[in-house]
């Protein structure tokens, strides 16, 4: 693991530890339904767009502090001209793999939250390769009047090899398992 994400982790963890206000967020068992919809980015990305099925679990920790555990269905878009190992392509393909991740989310204000999971891509087809996934972001959880949860946010996921990045717009339902 390299000495930034062992910081971003480390500093997750330690943040989550301290005594801080409760936040509704922060104290339940959530569990998240969404379409996170992203697109390529990077000089040598093949991915144009990248619409996609995701299932998460979010479990308290702390005051503020979680794991969450995510799997789900990613299915990429290839443009209809990509580049890989010196060789060129022109014609459009999608690719599909599944996502398996767990990591630490840490609300810094009342629905605010920041977040880092770590796991592994699956690929399902021959165009995608099973690799490392490493994904940072953050979003907002609105509480609703029924007490589940409405959660957006962004985030960016890397296999830190060349061209594997996507920023992406997460959109997702949150049942309140605890209800309080």
């Known amino acids: 693991m ?28 959530i569990l998240f339904v969404g379409t996170p919809l992203a697109v390529g980015v990077g000089r040598y990305n093949a991915v144009g767009f ?8 979010q479990h308290p920790l702390g005051a503020n502090f979680t ?9 990429f878009l290839i443009k209809s001209k990509y580049k ?6 022109y014609n459009s393909t999608a690719g599909i793999s599944i996502p398996i991740t767990v ?38 959880a609105i509480r609703l009047a029924n007490k589940n949860y409405v959660d957006m946010g962004t985030s960016f996921v890397t296999s830190f090899s060349e061209g594997s990045g996507a920023f992406s717009f997460n959109f997702a339902y949150g049942v309140n398992l605890g209800k309080k």
């Open 67 to 75: 794991i969450t555990a995510k799997t789900g269905l990613d299915i």
């Open 103 to 140: 990591g630490p989310r840490f609300y810094i204000v009342d629905g605010l939250y920041a977040g880092l999971n770590l796991g592994v891509d699956i690929g399902v087809n021959s165009i995608a390769l099973t690799s490392f996934r490493f994904e940072p972001g953050f979003g907002y």
């Open 84 to 89: 890989d190992y010196f060789r060129y392509y």
């Open 50 to 57: 990248q619409p996609s099925f995701d299932i998460r679990y």
């Open 2 to 29: 390299s000495r930034s994400i062992q910081t971003i982790f480390i500093a997750l963890i330690l943040a989550g530890s301290l005594q801080t206000p409760v936040f509704a967020q922060g104290r339940s068992q």
